[in-house]
């Protein structure tokens, strides 16, 4: 039954029954039953669900934006294969691994959801292993995220969750009291997508409702760090992302292949004088990494903690991951979009139903809060 999908027995607090939450949940629950939902697949009596699209969306190349300044386009819901392939799948495959090292908590994200209101219900986008979810007590927290591997692991540990999609959140307009992105956006991997998951975020709380969303920086604070990753280069963004999105760069000269973890970066590093008919081959370097932002950045999976009888297996076997004998791992490739200075607020520009009441610098990520308006 739909009802089973949240456990009813989590609502037998006097104050959760007094706050008329469970009513709530069950008919947002049969919504979206009755919505664009195909169906909701629910795993025992557990919470976690997999939301099936009625149909695959099919892919435009036209653009529109309706009254209220948001997106609206097909193509925009329609996963381009790179983040199929270097996010989706990664995600899936190093879940367990990436879970154990995600335990700490931002504090500032901290702070946001411990100045919610009681009774406040929270969705986070791109919960991952729910680290967030049911921080603040007095706040009821729905999460969802694209990986069926780490909606498990949350649904294992007793959260709200479903799998679902960033830029197409199963929530109606104004569910929530609060919703946050942590980490997410940047791995999106068109501009039109990363503001569709903006106006997702906004569209799903109510008028007075507040959004967190961070973001790593191309500023990094650990250059070193940096070193480390693959640069995309600009014909390669273009065969897997499509023309023009993300916006142009200046043509990589490295290659695609991972970059040693020890090689150090020579950026900004004996940069000559070169008059306008001779420009030096390290002066265009140095402003390629500066102007780069679309990277793989590397997940090294242990070969114990790998299934190489699964995932990693076809994963090795199709070229989407290597083996490291040197460190004992499989390495996996994730893609990452890393934000410039204002680009996050730049991207809220024409979203007319919220304002930027707060934005930030915290541990090379860029955050920003909005207050939806209308």
């Known amino acids: 039954m739909i009802h089973s999908v949240l456990k009813t027995s989590r609502f037998f607090n006097p104050r959760r029954e007094a706050l008329g939450l469970t009513s709530v949940i069950v008919d947002f629950v049969c919504h979206l039953a009755?919505?664009?939902?195909?169906?909701?697949?629910?795993?025992g009596d557990s919470s976690l669900c997999t939301i099936a699209p009625s149909k695959e969306p099919s892919i435009t190349d036209s653009l529109s934006v309706t009254g209220n300044g948001t997106t609206?386009?097909?193509?925009?819901?329609?996963?381009?294969?790179?983040?199929?392939?270097?996010?989706?799948?990664?995600?899936?495959?190093?879940?367990?691994?990436?879970?154990?090292?995600?335990?700490?908590?931002?504090?500032?994200?901290?702070s946001f959801?411990?100045?919610?209101?009681?009774?406040?219900?929270?969705?986070?986008?791109?919960?991952?292993?729910g680290k967030y979810l049911g921080l603040n007590q007095d706040c009821f927290f729905i999460g969802c995220d694209i990986s069926p591997s780490l909606i498990k692991i949350c649904s294992d540990r007793g959260h709200e969750v479903l799998v679902a999609d960033?830029?197409?959140?199963?929530?109606?307009?104004g569910f929530g009291d609060a919703a946050i992105s942590i980490a997410v956006l940047h791995h999106l991997s068109t501009e039109s997508r990363r503001r569709k998951a903006i106006e997702e975020l906004v569209r799903v709380v109510k008028k007075g409702g507040h959004v967190l969303i961070t973001v790593w920086a191309v500023e990094q604070e650990d250059t070193n760090l940096i070193t480390k990753w693959t640069p995309l280069t600009e014909k390669y963004v273009e065969e897997w992302v499509g023309p023009g999105s993300p916006?142009?760069?200046?043509?990589?000269?490295?290659?695609?292949?991972s970059i040693p973890e020890s090689e150090e970066s020579s950026t900004g590093e004996?940069?000559?004088?070169?008059?306008?008919?001779?420009?030096?081959?390290?002066?265009?370097?140095?402003?390629?990494?500066?102007?780069?932002?679309?990277?793989?950045?590397?997940?090294?999976?242990?070969?114990?903690r790998a299934e190489i009888s699964g995932a990693s297996s076809h994963a090795l076997a199709a070229g989407l991951a290597t083996k490291d004998d040197k460190k004992g791992a499989v390495v996996y490739n994730r893609y990452y979009h890393v934000f410039s200075e204002g680009e996050l607020e730049s991207l809220t520009a024409g979203i007319i139903n919220a304002r930027i009441v707060d934005q930030f610098f915290d541990k090379s990520n860029w955050?920003?809060?909005?207050?939806?308006t209308a």
């Open 34 to 43: 009755f919505s664009s939902m195909k169906q909701i697949n629910c795993i």
């Open 72 to 110: 609206s386009s097909m193509s925009v819901q329609s996963t381009p294969e790179i983040e199929k392939k270097f996010v989706h799948h990664v995600y899936d495959a190093i879940a367990p691994h990436f879970s154990a090292t995600r335990f700490a908590k931002w504090p500032k994200v901290a």
């Open 113 to 129: 959801l411990s100045s919610l209101p009681l009774g406040s219900l929270v969705l986070d986008a791109g919960c991952g292993n």
């Open 166 to 173: 960033a830029v197409n959140l199963p929530y109606r307009t």
């Open 247 to 257: 916006r142009a760069r200046t043509p990589s000269p490295l290659p695609l292949e």
């Open 270 to 304: 004996n940069i000559k004088v070169c008059s306008e008919s001779n420009v030096c081959k390290d002066l265009e370097e140095e402003k390629h990494i500066k102007n780069q932002q679309e990277y793989f950045v590397p997940w090294h999976l242990p070969y114990h």
């Open 367 to 372: 955050c920003i809060i909005l207050e939806k």
